[in-house]
Each structure stands twice: as structure tokens, then as C-alpha cells.
């Protein structure tokens, strides 16, 4: 960062130097122009190359004058301006714009680095899981066949599992069905019994009734008929003899 900061306002000195001495060339060129047609030996050396006259350094640090001689301050008119003032001019105002200037374009370096920094680091990260997925893909290609292969396997199994489920369910429903229709029969051949042994017991009754009711005569019937009299009687005075 250091490094940045230094280099920064060197790179602004340079440019506004090169600026400045191309101004200060093409300022400078017509008064050489002008002194050398007004010197005595113009006519004699029109027809040759005029070279640049003499850099003025510091002559003139001010202003120009009227005054013949230059000195430090000021310097005739005409005379180029000094570059050494130039030079301190352009010191002065890059050394303003880099206390100005150097906490704000320090600040969007850093800001910079770091949006820099994270945009790298981002797309290392991506990267990385992009590699990632590319070596688990590339996995399951290098294994598709044994994939396949145990995808089928697993089918037949749920398939094998889920048939043996449906056929064990419908033979316990069968042995339900089977079980109930046994209780069933069971019930139908006891009420079928019962009904049975009642018409059997009824028609032996009515059987012997009717054989009774033919063989019984009318000095049967007299007879039975005291005997029932008689035991009536005994027990009506077996009950008062207990009372």
C-alpha cells in the first residue's frame, strides 16, 4: 500500500511535467524566433536551422520587468519564463493534491483491494465446487454400469417383496374366508340338527298320541279319570292335615 501511495503522485508529476515543458516549449519557441530575426545576423542566417536558445532556469521567479538584466525575481520581457519555477509550481500543487486527496484515493484503493480480494476468493470458492462436482460426476460415470445394475437389483427385490406380500395377503385372506365358511356350515348343520330332532321328537309324539287315542277304551278313560279324582282328593287332605 505504501508502495501505491508513493507511486500515485509520482505518476501525476510526471504527467503534468511532461504538460507543462510542452507549454513551456511551444511559448518559449517564438521568442527565440522573434530575438533571432531582430539580431543583426538574421539576414545572414535566415536561410539556416534555428536551434533552442538557453533554458532559463530561474531567472524571473515573479513576473517580467523592464529592466535589461534578469535577476532572480524578475526578467525582461520577452524572456521565457524559468522552468525551475515551472517545476516548483508543479511540486507545490501535486504535493496540495496529494494531502488533499491521498485519505479518499487511499480509501478506494483499499475498498478496491478488498472488492478485488472477495471477487477472487468467491471465485476460488466456485471453483472448488465446480471441481467438486465435476470428480463426483465424473465418479458416477465411472460407475454408471454398476448403478444400473443395482437399480435393477433393488426393482427386482421391492418387486420379489412386494409379490410375496400380495400373495401372502390373499392367503390369509383365503384361510379367512375358508375359516369363516366353516363356522358357517357348522352353524347351518347344528340349527339343521336341532330342526330335525324336534320334527322327529314331535312326530313320535304325535305318533304315540294317535296310537293311544285309538288303543285306550271308554273303561280306561272311567278308570284313569278316578284315579286322577282320587289322588286330588289325597292331596287336598294331605295339605289340610299339614295345615
Same mark, same amino acid.
Given at each position: 500500500?505504501k ?27 517564438p ?17 539556416e ?13 515573479l ?50 483491494k ?12 466456485m471453483?472448488?465446487? =465446480?471441481a %467438486?462436482r465435476?470428480?463426483?460426476?465424473e @465418479?458416477? /460415470? !465411472?460407475?454408471? #454400469?454398476?448403478? $444400473? ?25 383365503s384361510?379367512?374366508?375358508e ?38 277304551? =271308554?273303561? %280306561? ?5 278316578? @284315579?286322577? /279324582? !282320587?289322588?286330588? #282328593?289325597?292331596a $287336598? ?7
Amino acid at each position: 500500500m505504501k508502495r501505491v501511495q508513493l507511486l500515485v503522485p509520482a505518476l501525476l508529476a510526471a504527467l503534468a511535467l511532461l504538460f507543462t515543458s510542452a507549454a513551456w516549449a511551444e511559448k518559449s519557441a517564438p521568442a527565440a524566433a522573434t530575438a533571432a530575426h531582430g539580431s543583426p545576423d538574421a539576414e545572414g542566417a535566415h536561410g539556416e536551422d534555428h536551434g533552442p536558445g538557453p533554458i532559463n532556469w530561474f531567472y524571473g521567479m515573479l513576473a517580467e520587468t523592464d529592466t535589461q538584466e534578469p535577476n532572480l525575481l524578475f526578467r525582461p520581457k520577452g524572456m521565457q519564463p524559468p522552468l525551475g519555477a515551472m517545476l516548483l509550481n508543479t511540486a507545490i500543487l501535486f504535493y496540495v493534491i496529494f494531502r488533499v486527496g491521498r485519505r479518499p484515493l487511499t480509501d478506494a484503493l483499499k475498498k478496491r483491494k478488498a472488492a478485488i480480494m472477495q471477487g477472487m476468493d468467491d471465485a476460488a470458492r466456485m471453483k472448488e465446487e =465446480a471441481a %467438486d462436482r465435476l470428480a463426483d460426476y465424473e @465418479e458416477k /460415470l !465411472a460407475h454408471i #454400469d454398476e448403478e $444400473v445394475e443395482r437399480l435393477k437389483r433393488e426393482m427386482r427385490e421391492a418387486g420379489q417383496a412386494e409379490r410375496a406380500r400380495i400373495l401372502a395377503e390373499a392367503k390369509e385372506r383365503s384361510l379367512r374366508m375358508e375359516r369363516d365358511a366353516r363356522i358357517l356350515i357348522e352353524q347351518e348343520l347344528k340349527a339343521a340338527r336341532q330342526d330335525l330332532i324336534r320334527e322327529a321328537v314331535e312326530g313320535a309324539v304325535k305318533t304315540a298320541g294317535e296310537r293311544l287315542t285309538k288303543e285306550i277304551g =271308554a273303561a %280306561d278313560h272311567a278308570r284313569l279319570a278316578d @284315579e286322577y /279324582l !282320587a289322588a286330588l #282328593d289325597k292331596a $287336598v287332605v294331605t295339605k289340610g292335615g299339614q295345615a
